[in-house]
């Protein structure tokens, strides 16, 4: 056995496999030949060639290392591998000690011989491994410790240069190091010893900064960084020499808002309460590498609580567990293809036997520190020795490993790639199997297939009970710091437009940047939350609209936790609102900009049907505050955006039909009016005195007539009655005109002012006698006699709307409403009636045409004409009794129902409305006036098109058409009979 040890590679290499191309192994071994030839080793190359041509025909990155330098290969052939590696690795420690002891150093001269120790190093590896003479765990070892040598000579040289620069003063070396304070962890694969063959090595920077030995003029973390960034360049920078490892430092804590070296405290301090389970798994494979070591060693022994931890609840467990439980576990007779298959990330992948124990360390190691291993192999046999893996199934995962690692190695052996794809080509992957040892690329591609199909079924087993955490279409992992190449595929299928800034995202929310993830709870529900998230977003057609107005929306929210655990507890809900995300961009926005509008939901009774509970609800908000109106302003800005947002959620549901949706809306203005005047009448008494007298607050419009939908404004008018039409307010001696005026100035104020809670309603005053150019207010004589004298046919029209909706007192209302119905009642010639109607509908298609199809209101056939219709047949017939009825389809019914309109008329009419105001009710409380259905999603589209029994747009589009085309007929043939 010594004999075999110290014996040189070449009497130990095996040929690896089959010569693929025999050209280009005999154009190197020519070049190799004359070489050997001219300086007298040619038997030592003779007796290699067997096992360097499958090399030199599949690897052009080692053909290319042994023919620019055939000396190397020289050294490398005729020295036993092990002793070769202690050179190599002797060399380098040389740089170190030079760069703390010599007078003057060559730093560039320093960085070309790390480069080609490094070149030195990956031929002696290769070769050793694919000649069959060191096994996998030899491998890893060689470039682990030469990846330690040189992170600790790149280190001193960086020292070095500080101190010839004059930052670092004269210290006393010891145990602490070159640079006391600051020390290297590595991390991952480097960690654990079990670096791979072109792999970059993750290192992490922590210091101690008051420890540092720098001049006082130095700043400490500038410092530290520069030195971090140092290494980092001298080792991954590539001259012509090429490079010595590309350096990974993003395994900090939170490394987009860290600095490049984090201080020890600030780390502690966010592992204890942000840091995530996928960094305590990280962890598990964290070594000391160089720098201060006892400050490194301290500093993992504070970390120890947080790594392994004693005791897990249930959330923590599951949390833990989700690490696995992201990755998609294909069913057992899917075949896993090894053409593209990634051997690291993929499906049945090197990552899967990682997670497989490190989530099972992560639980079980706090307790038991025997699974405390580094190393996955070691790990593996660590569980199955504490009972805890079935010995077959370790052995299978242990042999499984070695394969998927050897085949990770030779791929990056190719081209010096840190690449884990099999290529999809086939003759991409013949030279993998070559270098596999396989003749067959069939046989080759089997073995991969099996060995992935192997890993992934024992991998779903684990934790097989809880529920899965990927989706349909794939994997969807987003712990640590980069993207994962599997879920970017998932998040692409899932009709993402850009996944790379999807997983970004989330990853940051992970990482508790957000306040809703902030708490370690927090961030457990969202893990769970997540896959939820991603499904309910593609199910809205638009999924990258979607998830940009949810990250809005999830950004401000602060009961992160009770939120997220609503939605799990509540699919139904939390769809609901992802389709919000979809295809209501104006609730979106009210949630992104309100999120309180949310607390709504969490009522039992959100989705029950909305009626005189209303009434209840506004109360109930306004009991909570003070009585004073900016309170009471402001709790009903709060509770109408929250019942607003309800409405809405009902209408987009289909809890809530057309005319409830619009009684809905309308009752919820009644009940701020009738909170806000009282309180806008007891603060004009307290300005200016009090006025006896009684005055009444109609409204007119959609308000009026309870049409209204979610961008109405209010249509009022303040109708007063002095008791003493010349008498003034006791203390400011208004006249009542004033004084009534300056009320309902306050009350539209109250009700339209902007407040740190946001606005109620726009307020529209332009329907009271006079118009805009009158008074506020006006007097009940001053109604009376302006509608019995000067007002004109369309005013008497809008008038057919008019209700109380407040006022001072009862014997005032059921006045005003007396009032109104007088008015409305007296006798108008019908054929000059007709012709006035007949005149403004002309007129306000001329000067105010529909803005597109989409225009409900205004396009011809439109709810105009059938409304023109409805106030027609009222103002005609009410003098001889017939009904008045403020609502358009109650009115049309009343009208047919007394024998005073057609019924096929009446029916067209009622139709039309009825489509059209269900249509405008969904887009909107969806869509802004600019947005167009077509542009909108396919889901979307549907619910639209569910207003006329169909789910295709054009099919609505057509029957819209037809719709108001019998509309308009019938509003002709009722003004014009």
């Not at 004693?310 to 899917?334: C, F, G, M, N």
Request: some cysteine; glycine content about 6%; aromatic content about 8%.
């Amino acid at each position: 056995m010594a004999d075999v040890l110290f014996s040189s590679l070449v009497e130990r290499l095996h040929p690896c496999g089959p010569v693929l191309n025999e050209s280009n192994a005999a154009y190197v071994m020519d070049t190799l030949e004359e070489v050997a030839r001219a300086e007298g080793w040619i038997d030592v190359l003779k007796a290699a060639e067997p096992a360097l041509r499958p090399v030199l025909a599949a690897s052009p990155y080692l053909a290319g290392l042994m023919r620019r330098d055939p000396q190397r290969l020289r050294e490398t052939l005729i020295t036993a591998p092990e002793a070769r590696l202690k050179a190599i690795l002797m060399a380098t420690e040389a740089i170190e000690q030079q760069a703390l002891t010599m007078d003057t150093l060559d730093i560039p001269a320093a960085k070309k011989i790390l480069r080609h120790l490094k070149a030195d190093t990956h031929l002696l590896t290769a070769l050793a491994d694919l000649g069959d003479v060191w096994n996998l765990d030899h491998v890893t070892a060689a470039l682990t410790r030469f990846a330690d040598a040189v992170t600790c000579a790149a280190l001193a040289l960086v020292v070095r240069d500080e101190t010839d620069k004059g930052r670092i003063v004269p210290f006393e070396r010891g145990e602490r190091g070159i640079l006391p304070g600051l020390f290297v962890l590595a991390m991952g694969k480097h960690g654990a010893g079990e670096l791979n063959y072109s792999s970059d090595i993750d290192i992490t920077f922590f210091c101690d900064l008051d420890r540092l030995p720098i001049a006082g003029q130095v700043e400490a973390q500038t410092f530290a960084d520069r030195v971090a960034r140092a290494v980092s360049t001298m080792l991954s920078e590539r001259t012509g020499d090429g490079y010595v490892f590309r350096v990974d430092l993003r395994l900090r804590p939170d490394p987009s808002s860290t600095p490049t070296v984090v201080s020890v405290p600030f780390a502690l301090n966010y592992y204890e309460s942000v840091g995530q389970n996928w960094e305590r798994a990280a962890f598990i494979k964290a070594r000391p590498i160089a720098g201060d070591m006892i400050e490194a060693r301290q500093f993992m022994t504070d970390l120890t609580p947080f790594i392994w931890r004693r005791s897990l609840d249930y959330p923590a467990i599951a949390d833990v567990q989700s690490i696995k439980r992201q990755i998609h576990v294909y069913h057992v007779d899917e075949r896993l293809d090894p053409a593209g298959a990634n051997l690291k990330l993929g499906a049945g992948g090197i990552r899967e036997i990682e997670f497989f124990a490190q989530t099972q360390q992560l639980i079980l190691g706090g307790r038991d520190p025997s699974l405390r291993s580094r190393r996955t192999l070691d790990a593996l046999d660590a569980l199955r020795r504490a009972g805890h893996l079935v010995p077959a199934v370790a052995k299978e995962l242990k042999q499984a490993y070695c394969r998927l690692r050897d085949w990770e190695h030779r791929v990056q052996m190719i081209h010096d790639e840190q690449t884990h794809e099999l290529p999809e080509a086939d003759e991409g992957r013949l030279p993998i199997a070559a270098l596999s040892g396989f003749s067959n690329l069939s046989r080759f591609d089997l073995a991969v297939s099996r060995t992935l199909r192997l890993v992934n079924g024992h991998y779903g087993e684990l934790f097989s009970e809880a529920e899965p955490l990927s989706s349909s279409f794939g994997s969807l992992v987003f712990t640590g710091i980069e993207d994962d190449p599997e879920t970017l595929k998932t998040l692409k299928r899932m009709g993402f437009d850009q996944p790379e800034q999807v997983s970004a995202t989330i990853r940051s929310w992970h990482h508790g940047r957000i306040p809703a993830t902030r708490s370690e709870r927090g961030r457990e529900l969202f893990t769970r939350l997540v896959p939820r998230l991603l499904e309910a977003l593609n199910e809205t057609g638009t999924p990258s609209i979607a998830f940009t107005r949810f990250s809005r929306f999830f950004v401000t929210l602060n009961a992160g936790v009770q939120i997220q655990s609503l939605f799990l507890a509540n699919p139904k809900l939390f769809k609901s609102i992802v389709e919000i995300m979809g295809f209501s961009p104006r609730l979106a926005q009210m949630l992104a900009r309100h999120p309180t509008s949310f607390d709504a939901m969490l009522d039992a009774g959100f989705f029950d049907p909305l009626g005189e509970e209303l009434d209840a609800i506004v109360t109930r908000e306004v009991e909570r505050v003070p009585g004073d109106l900016e309170a009471v302003m402001n709790a009903l800005r709060r509770v109408g955006r929250e019942q607003q947002f309800r409405i809405g959620m009902q209408i987009l549901s289909g809890r809530l039909d057309t005319e409830a949706a619009g009684g809905a809306y309308a009752r919820l203005a009644d009940a701020c009016v009738n909170h806000l005047a009282p309180l806008c009448l007891e603060d004009i008494q307290r300005q200016a005195g009090r006025l006896d007298g009684q005055v009444a607050i109609l409204a007119l419009g959609k308000l009026g007539s309870q049409e209204m939908t979610a961008t109405s404004d209010l249509d009022l008018m303040a109708v007063y009655l002095p008791d003493d039409p010349s008498g003034v307010s006791s203390v400011k001696g208004w006249a009542a005109e004033t004084w009534f005026g300056r009320f309902t100035q306050r009350l539209i104020s109250a009700l339209s002012a902007p407040t740190h809670e946001g606005s109620l309603y726009e307020i529209d005053m332009k329907l009271r006698p006079t118009g805009a150019k009158g008074p506020v207010a006006v007097s009940l004589a001053a109604f009376e006699n302006y509608y019995t004298r000067g007002a004109d046919t369309w005013e008497f029209q809008a008038l057919t709307r008019g209700r109380v909706v407040w006022s001072s007192s009862a014997d005032f209302a059921d006045l005003a409403r007396l009032k109104i119905e007088t008015i409305l009642r007296r006798q108008r010639p019908k054929g000059e009636t007709a012709l006035d109607v007949l005149n403004m509908r002309a007129l306000m298609e001329r000067e105010r045409p529909g803005k597109g199809f989409w225009d409900f209101k205004l396009c011809v056939g439109g709810q105009v004409d059938c409304e023109f219709a409805a106030q027609y047949l009222q103002l005609i017939h009410a003098s001889e009794g017939g009904p008045l009825r403020v609502g358009t389809l109650q009115a049309l019914s009343a009208m047919q129902r007394a024998g005073l309109a057609p019924a096929e008329e009446v029916e067209a009419l009622a139709s039309a409305w009825r489509v059209q105001q269900s249509l405008a009710q969904v887009m909107r409380v969806s869509l802004t006036e600019t947005d167009d259905p077509h542009n909108e999603p396919e889901a979307f589209q549907r619910k639209l098109a569910r207003a006329v029994h169909t789910r295709r747009l054009d099919t609505l589009e057509k029957k819209l058409r037809d719709l108001r085309k019998r509309a308009r007929q019938a509003f002709e043939k009722i003004v014009r009979a």
